[in-house]
């Protein structure tokens, strides 16, 4: 009896039929460098556990999270994405990529050092780039701030802030909600197991971060979405 085909299976199907997500997401992995344990193989993890490569979208110009990597309307702006109705950039996988990229990279170099969030909160640093990783994912999931409040509980608490399996006991102290912790809990080992089978199995290639980056063309303001082969596209008028 043949074995039934994993999700990342699937995904990789997919990427193979239409290689423009290939293509964008090894683009977006330009914005990490040779010293980053991240790749095109992450964002592949990534954009798979937040959309399930764009099957779960949800509804353009809302402010909550949408769109390809499920950017809220603050984050992705903060990112340079238009988010409306009618041009909603997180739909657009070159554009959502490329903003995914960046904001894991600033979460990693913000968690690579003490780094100053608000007025109380401050990251604790993380040397050891495999462990950073749960950390930058963990924040991706649910924001720098909660996972740094929860380093700085287990610091003292007297446990290791840049352990991850350490920090994650104190995220319900940091005020975490209870539905949420859940879904870090769960988003963190799930990515990255997403990951190690991309990294074995994708024909995305993990040195395309070497290459050099292509920003997207503008995109006009006004027009209309269309949608073919899991790739969606905003036709100008």
């Not at 050891?128 to 924001?143: P, S």
């Not at 990951?195 to 050099?212: H, I, L, M, N």
């Amino acid at each position: 009896m043949p074995k039934k085909p994993s999700d990342v299976d699937i995904w990789i199907d997919r990427e193979k039929k239409n290689e423009h997500i290939r293509q964008a997401l090894e683009n977006a992995s330009t914005y990490f460098d040779h010293n980053d344990v991240m790749d095109v193989h992450t964002l592949e993890a990534v954009y798979a556990k937040e959309s399930s490569f764009g099957d779960s979208l949800r509804t353009r110009g809302i402010i909550n999270a949408a769109g390809e990597f499920h950017f809220d309307k603050v984050t992705a702006e903060r990112y340079g994405l238009n988010v409306s109705k009618e041009n909603d950039q997180r739909f657009d996988i070159d554009y959502a990529s490329i903003a995914a990229a960046r904001y894991l990279k600033d979460i990693d170099y913000g968690f690579s050092k003490e780094t100053i969030l608000t007025a109380k909160v401050r990251t604790a640093p993380v040397a050891d780039l495999v462990e950073r990783e749960k950390f930058d994912l963990a924040a991706y999931n649910a924001g720098p701030t909660p996972i740094a409040k929860a380093q700085q509980l287990a610091q003292k608490a007297g446990k290791n802030p840049a352990i991850w399996d350490d920090v994650k006991t104190f995220l319900k102290a940091a005020g975490v909600k209870a539905d949420k912790i859940i879904e870090i809990r769960n988003y963190v080992p799930k990515t990255l197991k997403y990951q190690a089978e991309f990294a074995k199995k994708s024909p995305a290639d993990a040195k395309a971060k070497d290459r050099k980056i292509v920003k997207p063309k503008i995109q006009c303001t006004k027009g209309h979405w269309i949608t073919k082969n899991h790739h969606h596209i905003f036709i100008c008028e």
